[in-house]
């Protein structure tokens, strides 16, 4: 069957770097997607891994190892305003997404 | 470029009325929307592909009946929610793709239903 794996709760401090896992098994693969979402709002897009390696994106990054089936997502100078839930997703054979349930990010000051 | 739009954003009904939700594609011509739902506190769960002109397609579990979709045109979908139960309140949300872009989904800001 198919699966996304990532945490369920992190903790960091403000101004610190968290990095955030997922392991995925899906039929097929056309990329790992990764989404904030606030709450009561819809998801936006951070970023999309297809071959293997690190993405930098300001102050996000995304790894990915097709070989492992694993990705991250790296938060560096953490801000309060990084407090949301993060959403990894595998795009299977077909072009569906596969849906993990949210890492929900929680910065202290 | 590339916004979705949901109507309303928000909006209670009563138990066994049926409750319609608009999505669109403002600045492009999306041949597929998708529908999602999301309980409090866990992921997005999709619930429907819909390809414009054609029926769409429902997750296992999910039933069609009761959950109509509409994709009349390249810019408008509909999810119907008829006879709405208490146990339908959900966050709603649609995404679209644009025709050739099989990459990239845009989401609309979703719509919080509440049945009373």
């Known amino acids: 069957g198919q699966n996304i794996d990532q945490p369920t709760e992190m903790t960091a401090t403000e101004g610190a770097i968290v990095q955030i896992n997922c392991t995925y098994q899906?039929?097929?693969?056309?990329?790992l997607f990764w989404y904030q979402q606030h709450a009561g709002e819809a998801p936006t897009f951070l970023s999309y891994n297809v071959l293997d390696g690190l993405e930098e994106k300001g102050r996000f990054s995304s790894f990915l190892s097709r070989s492992k089936g694993y990705s991250y997502l790296l938060l560096k100078e953490l801000q309060m305003k990084d407090s949301a839930s993060y959403l990894c997703?595998?795009?299977?054979?077909?072009?569906?997404?596969?849906w993990g349930a949210g890492t929900k990010l929680i910065i202290k000051p | 470029g590339a916004v979705v739009s949901q109507h309303p954003s928000w909006v209670i009904c009563k138990s066994g009325t049926s409750v319609k939700i608009e999505c669109r594609s403002l600045?492009?011509?999306?041949?597929?929307m998708f529908w999602y739902r999301q309980f409090p506190k866990q992921s997005l769960m999709l619930m429907a592909t819909?390809?414009?002109?054609?029926?769409?397609?429902?997750e296992q579990g999910v039933e069609k009946d009761k959950f109509l979709i509409n994709h009349a045109s390249l810019t408008l979908s509909t999810l119907t929610v008829t006879s709405a139960h208490p146990e339908d309140s959900s966050f709603y949300i649609c995404?679209?793709?644009?025709?050739?872009?099989?990459?990239?989904?845009?989401f609309g800001p979703g719509t919080r239903l509440t049945v009373t």
């Open positions: 819909s390809n414009e002109g054609s029926k769409a397609t429902y």
């Open positions: 995404s679209a793709r644009e025709a050739g872009v099989i990459y990239e989904q845009y």
């Open positions: 899906t039929s097929g693969f056309n990329g």
């Open positions: 600045d492009f011509q999306a041949t597929t």
């Open positions: 997703a595998a795009m299977d054979s077909n072009y569906q997404l596969i």
